[in-house]
């Protein structure tokens, strides 16, 4: 599996971007596809991620962002709204195939990791 982030840039503050992830090789229904992000000398953090038809999110994530999940084109995006300057990140996408409920939030539950998305939100 091999997956590609694209999407990110610079947004003023209240501004909106969509992320998406194009995944190559086989993905099932019960892969996790997420979201992590990781700003300037802090540690990585669970963004969103959806499996099984479900999603979740972060507490910060929650009422703002949303992941989706598209099988027939093999893609994952996150729709970001409501940008904060605290939003700036490195924004990472990942799949898990050996997830569960009580891992779906750790990174090292994922197995397969695309190349990171600068996002920059500026105030």
């Known amino acids: 599996v091999q997956l590609q982030a694209f999407g990110g840039g610079l947004v003023q503050a209240g501004g909106s971007l969509r992320l998406s992830c194009a995944v190559s090789g086989r993905t099932f229904h019960s892969t996790a596809m997420g979201w992590f992000r990781q700003a300037p000398g802090k540690e990585r953090e669970f963004v969103a991620t959806?499996?099984?038809?479900?999603?979740y999110y972060a507490n910060f994530a929650k009422g703002r962002f949303t992941i989706s999940r598209d099988n027939a084109k093999n893609t994952v995006t996150l729709q970001m709204n409501s940008l904060k300057p605290e939003d700036t990140a490195t924004y990472f996408c990942?799949?898990?195939?050996?997830?569960?409920?009580?891992?779906?939030?750790?990174?090292?539950?994922?197995?397969?990791w695309g190349q990171g998305t600068l996002v920059t939100v500026s105030s």
């Open positions: 959806t499996r099984s038809g479900n999603e």
């Open positions: 990942a799949a898990g195939t050996r997830t569960i409920l009580s891992t779906l939030r750790q990174g090292t539950a994922y197995d397969y």
